[in-house]
T-cell receptor, first 117, second 115 residues
């Protein structure tokens, strides 16, 4: 039972390019969350999605950032026209509808390290 | 609003010492979950514990123990007989049981265990 799969692990983009980060949730999990970790900081919530629906995007920057979780396929976090300040680790997590007793609740992927040069 | 504070930015101890990482939280929710995660130098997030707010029993798992004090809104983490492999950044996090499903993380505590 594979965990949360994120790819790529490392992504280098030049300023102005687009970055696409992918996340396949754990089998049986229907909720996906994206978090951003700036260097030397904690994780900050960005967006919470269910299949074909954005539930909470209160942490998403107003411009250049978008997320989707289509009916088929992985969740995608898209950053258009990247700038140096977008350099960070982006983590995806998934969870079931209801937390099971003794379970983790959330399962995190290994993250995508985005470097903008 | 919810907030998690990990006042200790960095801690450095010698191997085999005991060390406690502090976590203080703020929330208006009556029920909530508290979490601890470990982030080793390799960068991934490793789940350590999830605690429901109605369960105030302390928990021990090997060398790890957690002290949940609802009266002081604290959920501290102690490593007994620390080892070099415990070196990592540790994050405390909070989420209400109902409603908003996002985790609110503290800033993290960088723990260095010296041989």
């Amino acid at each position: 039972n594979a965990g949360v799969m994120q790819n790529p692990r490392h992504l280098v983009r030049r300023r102005g390019q687009e970055a696409r980060l992918r996340c396949s949730p754990m089998k049986g999990h229907s909720h996906v969350y994206w978090y951003r970790q700036l260097p030397e900081e904690g994780l900050k919530f960005m967006v919470y999605l269910q299949k074909e629906n954005i539930i909470d995007e209160s942490g998403m920057p107003k411009e250049r950032f978008s997320a989707e979780f289509p009916k088929e396929g992985p969740s995608i976090l898209r950053i258009q026209q990247v700038v140096r300040g977008d350099s960070a680790a982006y983590f995806c997590a998934s969870s079931p509808v209801v937390f099971r007793t003794g379970g983790h609740g959330y399962t995190f992927g290994s993250g995508t390290r985005l470097t903008v040069v | 609003a919810q907030k998690v504070t990990q006042a200790q930015t960095e801690i450095s101890v010698v191997e085999k010492e005991d060390v406690t990482l502090d976590c203080v939280y703020e929330t208006r929710d009556t029920t909530y979950y508290l979490f601890w995660y470990k982030q080793p130098p390799s960068g991934e997030l490793v789940f350590l514990i999830r605690r429901n707010s109605f369960d105030e029993q302390n928990e021990i798992s090997g060398r790890y123990s957690w002290n949940f004090q609802k009266s002081t809104s604290s959920f501290n983490f102690t490593i007994t007989a620390s080892q070099v492999v415990d070196s990592a950044v540790y994050f405390c996090a909070l989420r209400p049981t109902q409603g908003a499903q996002k985790l609110v993380f503290g800033q993290g505590t960088r723990l260095t265990i010296n041989p």
